[in-house]
């Protein structure tokens, strides 16, 4: 199974399943000298953790992510970093009645017909618990970027119908974000959304919605200017996330509606630097960082596995039904925050140090 390293310069390579002992993440080429411990990662994990809220899955895993190689009295040496993230609550037993039957909207059948087997515990590796691997290698990537100021917000934009007003995306902070457990800083919606969310937990089903990603002060100049766009890069690194739809950045759909005239990004300047009077573009031009905030959503899908029961076929194409009584997420979004961030600040990261190696003066 190949596929399972992420990035250049800055490069992660993940291993691990929902119901296997550990996930784990070697991380590549972070520079020497970076302060780092556990308690680094361990924030970001804490975010991500199933069983944080009344409106996550009830799984109880701690994730204490455990460093094993590439640090040295609390500093990185420049030499790759190996973390450990045990599995701690896996019960494989809840699935066993869908292992010959195939979930509507998940991965069993494309991993089947696929590879000829599949891990029917959990999803096995298309699950999203691989994404512990990410998000503590991504707490790095974030560090990184915070000895050049850049700083990453993501926060939910939308559940459902519900559509949250944030008039300044740039202006929003991990203290709103985290100030309630949806992560929506439209503290006007929250108790709205959650209870749309355990509304629909309660009639055995599941709700979509769409976080809003915003990484601030970037500088101009990450992103090559062909294959490896940074909005393709950026793109490419939330469409890997599982249940991820859709990814625009800037005005992103509502382009197909617009104007030249309207949607051009007039340049002034201000304090002595270039800058846009407005940002359409969401922060980048050609694939290139503009120096402007890049601004990316991402669209994700309602939770797949279903305790009501739903029509499905057997492994041998037989009619049947299904309902999954394993514990899952009524709602993606508000764990999905944390993988959105770190999955940005990892693409940035590496794109940050390629563009040095390449331009070691600006
Ligand atoms: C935070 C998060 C948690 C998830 N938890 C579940 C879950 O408990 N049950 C489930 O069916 N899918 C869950 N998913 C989604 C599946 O992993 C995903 O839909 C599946 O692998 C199929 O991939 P695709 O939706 O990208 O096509 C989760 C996704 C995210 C982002």
Same mark, same amino acid.
């Given at each position: 199974?190949?596929?399972?390293?992420?990035?250049?310069?800055?490069?992660?390579?993940?291993?691990?399943?929902?119901?296997?002992?550990?996930?784990?993440?070697?991380?590549?080429?972070?520079?020497?000298?970076?302060?780092?411990?556990?308690?680094?990662?361990?924030?970001?994990?804490?975010?991500?953790?199933? $069983?944080?809220?009344?409106?996550?899955?009830?799984?109880?895993?701690?994730?204490?992510?455990?460093?094993?190689? $590439?640090?040295?009295? $609390?500093?990185?040496?420049?030499?790759?970093?190996?973390?450990?993230?045990?599995?701690?609550? *896996?019960?494989?037993?809840?699935?066993?009645?869908?292992?010959?039957?195939?979930?509507?909207?998940?991965?069993?059948?494309?991993?089947? *017909?696929?590879?000829?087997?599949?891990?029917?515990?959990?999803?096995?590796?298309?699950?999203?618990?691989?994404?512990?691997?990410?998000?503590?290698?991504?707490?790095?990537?974030?560090? /990184?970027?915070?000895?050049?100021?850049?700083?990453?917000?993501?926060?939910?934009?939308?559940?459902?119908?519900?559509?949250?007003?944030?008039?300044? =995306?740039? *202006?929003?902070?991990?203290?709103?974000?985290?100030?309630?457990?949806?992560?929506?800083?439209?503290?006007?919606?929250?108790?709205?959304?959650?209870?749309?969310?355990?509304?629909?937990?309660?009639?055995?089903?599941?709700?979509?919605?769409?976080?809003?990603?915003? *990484?601030?002060?970037?500088?101009?100049?990450?992103?090559?200017?062909?294959?490896?766009?940074?909005?393709?890069?950026?793109?490419?690194?939330?469409?890997?996330?599982?249940?991820?739809?859709?990814?625009?950045?800037?005005?992103?759909?509502?382009?197909?509606?617009?104007?030249?005239?309207?949607?051009?990004?007039?340049?002034?300047?201000?304090?002595?630097?270039?800058?846009?009077?407005?940002?359409?573009?969401?922060?980048?031009?050609?694939?290139?960082?503009?120096?402007?905030? /890049?601004?990316?959503?991402?669209?994700?899908? =309602?939770?797949?596995?279903?305790?009501?029961?739903?029509?499905?076929?057997?492994?041998?194409?037989?009619?049947?039904?299904?309902?999954?009584?394993?514990?899952?997420?009524?709602?993606?979004?508000?764990?999905? /925050?944390?993988?959105?961030?770190?999955?940005?600040?990892?693409?940035?990261?590496?794109?940050?140090?390629?563009?040095?190696?390449?331009?070691?003066?600006?």
């Amino acid at each position: 199974m190949p596929g399972n390293t992420f990035g250049h310069t800055f490069r992660i390579t993940t291993a691990g399943e929902s119901h296997g002992r550990a996930n784990i993440v070697i991380v590549d080429g972070c520079p020497p000298n970076l302060p780092l411990t556990e308690a680094d990662l361990q924030p970001d994990l804490d975010r991500r953790r199933p $069983g944080q809220s009344k409106i996550t899955t009830q799984r109880n895993e701690p994730d204490t992510a455990q460093i094993l190689s $590439g640090t040295f009295e $609390g500093r990185t040496t420049g030499t790759p970093i190996a973390i450990l993230i045990p599995n701690a609550d *896996a019960r494989s037993a809840d699935y066993s009645q869908i292992k010959d039957k195939y979930r509507p909207g998940h991965a069993d059948y494309t991993f089947d *017909a696929k590879f000829g087997f599949r891990d029917y515990r959990g999803g096995g590796r298309s699950s999203a618990r691989e994404t512990t691997a990410r998000v503590a290698a991504g707490a790095i990537a974030k560090k /990184i970027l915070a000895t050049k100021g850049i700083r990453i917000t993501a926060y939910v934009k939308q559940i459902g119908h519900l559509i949250a007003d944030i008039p300044d =995306p740039t *202006a929003v902070t991990l203290e709103q974000v985290e100030s309630n457990i949806v992560r929506c800083p439209d503290q006007q919606l929250v108790q709205q959304m959650i209870e749309l969310i355990e509304q629909l937990r309660r009639d055995g089903d599941s709700i979509g919605g769409a976080a809003e990603i915003v *990484a601030t002060n970037t500088p101009p100049g990450l992103g090559e200017p062909v294959f490896d766009k940074l909005k393709a890069d950026l793109a490419k690194a939330l469409f890997s996330l599982p249940a991820v739809m859709a990814v625009e950045y800037g005005a992103g759909f509502a382009v197909a509606t617009t104007k030249g005239s309207d949607n051009n990004d007039l340049f002034t300047t201000q304090y002595e630097k270039i800058v846009t009077k407005t940002n359409n573009h969401g922060g980048m031009l050609g694939g290139i960082s503009s120096g402007m905030p /890049i601004i990316l959503r991402a669209a994700v899908k =309602p939770t797949s596995s279903l305790p009501r029961e739903q029509p499905t076929v057997t492994t041998q194409g037989q009619p049947t039904t299904i309902s999954t009584k394993g514990r899952h997420d009524p709602c993606l979004l508000p764990r999905f /925050i944390p993988m959105a961030e770190a999955m940005t600040a990892l693409t940035l990261t590496d794109h940050l140090l390629r563009h040095q190696a390449q331009n070691p003066s600006p």
